[in-house]
């Protein structure tokens, strides 16, 4: 069922909604439907998100059971765009919900010097075969292709960077405890 209704939702925002840039995915094209990150909180007001909003938060409350959605954006991007480390503020668990079936993701433990952990991540970027890469363990990281559908649930104790291939489409969604 959640498979649907992002699809559905996916389809309809690059049908009707014009993409915007964030700065945590530049040169890729984002399309935010909901944060609270910012004061006040957004709420897309394209009305087919009006009508789908609360099947999509009740479904995405299934994939984490979380009470509050805090942040939930469709990313595609394209062959120059990339994914800047996520996760340092990061209220509780952050998703990452893939729509294709490109793009690999790597995690990286925070030690608690955020500096140290958010450079170590920021040095991912440059990886372009990381599945030659043998010693994952060994530095404190994870790696794993994206899969369609498979949810990828990371706790705020992770920082993601996602190494896009043209044309990867995810869905960021950030909850909070409350």
Not at 18 to 40: C, G, I, V
Not at 42 to 62: D, G, H, I, K, M
């Given at each position: 069922?959640?498979?649907?209704?992002?699809?559905e939702l996916s389809d309809n925002a690059l049908k009707f909604?014009?993409?915007?840039?964030?700065?945590?995915?530049?040169?890729?094209?984002?399309?935010?439907?909901?944060?609270?990150?910012?004061?006040?909180?957004?709420?897309?007001?394209?009305?087919?998100?009006?009508?789908?909003?609360?099947?999509?938060?009740?479904?995405?409350?299934?994939?984490?059971?979380?009470?509050?959605?805090?942040?939930?954006?469709?990313?595609?991007?394209?062959?120059?765009?990339?994914?800047?480390?996520s996760g340092t503020d990061t209220p509780s668990n952050h998703?990452?919900?893939?729509?294709?079936?490109?793009?690999?993701?790597?995690?990286?433990?925070?030690?608690?010097?955020?500096?140290?952990?958010?450079?170590?991540?920021?040095r991912d970027l440059g990886t372009h075969a990381p599945h030659?890469?043998?010693?994952?363990?060994?530095?404190?990281?994870?790696?794993?292709?994206?899969?369609?559908?498979?949810?990828?649930?990371?706790?705020?104790?992770?920082?993601?960077?996602?190494?896009?291939?043209?044309?990867?489409?995810?869905?960021?969604?950030?909850?909070?405890?409350?």
């Amino acid at each position: 069922m959640i498979q649907e209704i992002l699809v559905e939702l996916s389809d309809n925002a690059l049908k009707f909604m014009a993409p915007q840039r964030s700065w945590q995915y530049p040169r890729a094209d984002s399309y935010l439907f909901y944060s609270l990150k910012q004061s006040p909180p957004y709420n897309c007001s394209a009305p087919f998100w009006r009508e789908a909003r609360n099947e999509v938060f009740t479904q995405l409350r299934t994939v984490v059971n979380k009470p509050t959605i805090f942040y939930l954006a469709l990313v595609k991007h394209t062959e120059k765009s990339l994914h800047l480390p996520s996760g340092t503020d990061t209220p509780s668990n952050h998703v990452y919900i893939p729509l294709t079936e490109s793009g690999s993701i790597i995690s990286t433990n925070n030690s608690g010097d955020d500096y140290k952990s958010f450079y170590s991540a920021s040095r991912d970027l440059g990886t372009h075969a990381p599945h030659l890469v043998q010693n994952w363990q060994e530095r404190d990281k994870r790696w794993k292709k994206l899969k369609k559908y498979d949810p990828i649930i990371v706790d705020n104790k992770q920082l993601i960077v996602i190494l896009p291939e043209p044309d990867t489409m995810y869905f960021h969604v950030e909850y909070r405890d409350d």
